[in-house]
């Protein structure tokens, strides 16, 4: 189990140097030179050389790329995240200061989808075949397949705009965070009903299900005690990992809502060419990602102690 | 149909599955005949017809520019099934190679090629796909890129661990003791005892790929208007999504439609292989 977490440990610290190589890299897929395109971004169309030199040089960009790698990652080590090159903020605060809200967002999002999954995954296995059970099966084939940002537009269009039930945008109030949940949450729940139901079904066809039915438990303790305890592991599982899918999402469903999270960070900084935060918040998400998919792995690995520990994958 | 047992839900998950290419079938068949289909030239603009709603000249009405919605449609099937099957067949191929030849040579290899894997794997979602099409610029070539430096890995990771099975089984180490080469065992052993599993991702990935590249375009990122695409239409509804919500209504109905099809086709393919049914129809 030590040998496990250790393994696991090493190997995302590769993972994370690789991740740091990509993140930097970002700058230079840009077509053009990166002092010029961060001189423009910040003093507009009408430049002097000397403006793109001054750039280069305070920048560091006069060093060869991975003398400029290597400054950088030192100073990522050191929890310096650099500054914006347009704004001259703090990146790693910027992100800090925006993370709150993506936090929000992420977990109402997993809690919507979690109390309209299970519960709609195990009436669906109970009553397998049914007109429900086919109801529900065609409504998360359908929930996968709708566009998260397309969800997104119909439900300020039908309860912002038509109803005028719910505001369309901002974020602060409760009611700010109905319609952006309710966009992530329905499209992940999709995905965590099929889970939950062949899960269910699965647990339903082990012995010790029909060794409680022999004892003559009745029904409810069965389900509640016996087959639902079993069949949300891999559900809530499931929904550890989804962390990343929620990561990703916020970035659409952010810029939607013009909710100030840091998907929409993400994506500003991308239009604005701000090469240092695009890099910060790339690598921060990553990281993120990374380390919450471990702490996932070490909690099933705990949780379900069949789980064999000599390979990682 | 070969099976004999055939229950209802198998029955019921074909049912999907056939309607599924049924579905896929029509979009291709838009998609080749688009300038047969489209009652306008999709980028003819009509300023005095701005934003009218759905009417038989343009059955899904008219954008902000006053262009025909419908033909605009039509020709973005073009756009999305080309990202769909270009970024699917490169990463199926690449990705499948390399789970190959890694899961079959192991040793340092298969360690670098697996912590590639990683980290790639390592930007959740859309993130990666997102910045690299983003910093390098709009435009088609430029999705693909994106998209297809994104999505190999799952294709890797998926073949590699097959391979590690199928490495062990009787029939490769018969080959191997019949002193077959290498490259012989992966190309007739190996590789075609994978492709099932290819077939079945790949389809799921196309729907995968089409909606992330939608999202590109919706996002600004991707495909740029005056091109005719579902993501980027989208984006350009917004402004009038209370007066004239045709605009949003329609391009999104169709992404969704096409990532449908390809989700159910691929289901039903999965189903049937799980179940062990018209597998050498599958594998072919």
């Not at chain 1, 066809?205 to 079993?230: P, S």
């Amino acid at each position: 189990m030590w040998n496990y977490i250790a393994k696991r440990l090493l190997l995302i610290l590769v993972v994370i140097f690789g991740v740091t190589l990509v993140s930097f890299s970002a700058m230079y897929l840009a077509p053009g030179d990166p002092a010029e395109v961060i001189a423009f971004a910040r003093y507009g169309q009408d430049l002097s050389a000397e403006q793109i030199e001054a750039v280069r040089e305070a920048e560091g960009l006069d060093a060869p790329v991975y003398i400029q790698y290597l400054n950088w990652l030192e100073h990522v080590l050191h929890l310096d995240f650099g500054k914006s090159v347009i704004s001259s903020d703090d990146i790693l605060e910027e992100i800090l200061l925006r993370l709150p809200a993506t936090a929000e967002l992420a977990l109402a999002s997993l809690f919507l989808s979690l109390i309209i999954a299970i519960p709609a995954g195990v009436l669906s296995s109970l009553k397998q075949n049914s007109l429900l059970d086919n109801a529900c099966v065609f409504t998360s084939l359908l929930g996968v397949s709708i566009p998260n940002f397309w969800l997104g537009l119909l439900l300020i269009w039908f309860f912002a705009l038509t109803l005028r039930m719910l505001p369309s945008f901002g974020y602060g109030s409760l009611e700010n965070l109905v319609l952006p949940a309710l966009t992530l949450g329905t499209s992940m729940a999709a995905v965590t009903t099929r889970l939950t139901r062949s899960s269910m079904l699965e647990v339903l066809k082990q012995e010790y299900i029909v060794a409680a039915r022999a004892k003559g438990l009745d029904e409810r303790t069965i389900l509640i005690r016996h087959a639902l305890k079993n069949a949300l592991l891999p559900v809530l599982t499931f929904a550890g990992m989804q962390l990343g899918y929620l990561l990703g999402g916020t970035v659409i469903v952010e810029t939607i809502f013009a909710w100030p999270g840091l998907g929409k960070l993400l994506v500003d900084s991308i239009f604005a060419r701000d090469f240092a935060l695009v890099q910060g918040c790339v690598l921060f998400i990553a990281i993120l990602f990374s380390l919450s998919n471990l702490a996932v792995d070490i909690l099933y690995a705990v949780l379900d102690p069949r789980i064999r520990y000599d390979k990682h994958d | 149909m070969t099976g004999k047992r055939l229950n209802t839900r198998e029955f019921r998950k074909n049912r999907l599955a056939v309607f599924g290419v049924l579905l896929i079938s029509f979009l291709a068949f838009l998609a080749l005949f688009a300038p047969f289909i489209s009652p306008h030239d999709p980028l003819e603009q009509k300023l005095d017809r701005r934003l009218e709603a759905p009417s038989f000249e343009y059955p899904f009405g008219t954008d902000d520019l006053g262009r025909c919605i419908f033909s605009r449609v039509v020709y973005g099937t073009r756009v999305s099934l080309g990202i769909g099957v270009l970024v699917v067949t490169a990463t199926s191929i690449a990705g499948t190679l390399l789970g190959v030849l890694s899961g079959y040579r192991g040793g340092m290899f298969d360690e670098i090629v697996m912590r590639g894997v990683d980290i790639v794997l390592a930007f959740p979602n859309i993130i990666l796909a997102l910045v690299i099409a983003g910093l390098l610029g709009s435009g088609f070539s430029n999705v693909v890129l994106a998209l297809s430096l994104t999505q190999w890995p799952v294709y890797t990771r998926l073949v590699r661990g097959q391979v590690l099975s199928l490495k062990k089984r009787a029939f490769v180490e018969a080959a191997r003791a019949l002193r077959a080469s290498n490259f012989y065992i992966m190309r007739r052993h190996i590789l075609p005892n994978c492709l099932e599993s290819v077939v079945v991702l790949g389809t799921l990935e196309i729907a995968h790929v089409i909606i992330f590249a939608a999202a590109l375009s919706f996002l600004g990122l991707g495909i740029q208007p005056p091109t005719p695409e579902w993501g980027s239409m989208l984006k350009a509804g917004i402004p009038y999504l209370r007066s004239a919500p045709h605009l949003t209504i329609f391009p999104g109905l169709m992404i969704m439609l096409t990532v449908m099809a390809f989700n159910f086709a691929g289901d039903g393919l999965r189903e049937c292989l799980d179940t062990g049914i018209e597998r050498d129809v599958m594998a072919g």
